[in-house]
């Protein structure tokens, strides 16, 4: 099985700061990546898949890099409304989600 | 608007058994494969399983916890995915939502990330 490792845990950060969220795999995914938002009672919504094509709709200022086995979640100019958990997602072989990264806004 | 909507959902004691159920509208169904992703409370997300479509076998995977345990169907006449869950432990406890597995866009082969996502049903396995 690949697991998948995402650091920080969580983060702080201020309005208008770069976050940037890094995963690994524990095997060579290639660019099989996916990361997903999501804020508290609410599902998942997909950010980015093939590790940096953005999804139709999200804003520029999330992107997304890496191949093989690391990858970032780079967030430009962070706004309040950015104040969720995010996930990584490799579907190299069948489905893994990383543990998940909490950002707060200060 | 593509849309998802679980059901089904409930309190079951250890070892029982219950059935989700997810309608899909605004999309062709039959081509869509569906996965099952739960999340236990506070926790990440896990995904449980997934079937393809009709036209490549309605095949099914699961993740190793629940082999066995768990049988995803599909009924495309209904546009409705199913999750029928046996000998359930207080382990499986979570909210269990139903998603679209994506196709790619240049080429239309299945992927497996994710969107849409219903709202989730809520599973509370507790003696």
């Known amino acids: 099985d690949i697991q998948m490792t995402q650091s920080p845990s969580t983060l702080s950060a201020f309005i208008g700061d770069r976050v940037t969220i890094t995963c690994r795999a524990s095997q060579s995914i290639s660019t099989w990546l996916a990361w997903y938002q999501q804020k508290p009672g609410k599902a998942p919504k997909l950010l980015i898949y093939d590790a940096s094509t953005l999804e139709s709709g999200v804003p520029s200022r999330f992107s997304g890099s890496g191949s093989g086995t690391d990858f970032t979640l780079t967030i430009n100019n962070l706004q309040a409304d950015d104040s969720a958990t995010y996930y990584c997602q490799q579907f190299h072989t069948f489905v893994t989600f990383g543990p998940g990264t909490k950002v707060d806004i200060k | ?121 809520l599973v509370t396995v507790s003696s």
């Open chain 2, 1 to 121: 608007e593509v849309h998802l909507v679980e059901s089904g959902g409930g309190l079951v004691k250890p070892g029982g058994s219950l059935r989700l159920s997810c309608s899909a509208s605004g999309f062709t169904f039959s081509n869509a494969w569906m996965s099952w992703v739960r999340q236990a409370p506070g926790k990440g997300l896990e995904w449980v399983g997934r079937i393809k479509s009709q036209g490549d076998g309605a095949t099914t995977d699961y993740a190793a916890p629940v082999k066995g345990r768990f049988t995803i169907s599909r009924d495309d006449s209904k546009n409705t995915v199913y999750l029928q869950m046996s000998s359930l432990k207080i382990e499986d406890s979570a909210v269990y939502f139903c998603t679209k597995g994506a196709r790619r866009p240049t080429t239309g082969w299945p992927q497996n990330w994710f969107d849409p996502w219903g709202q989730g049903t």
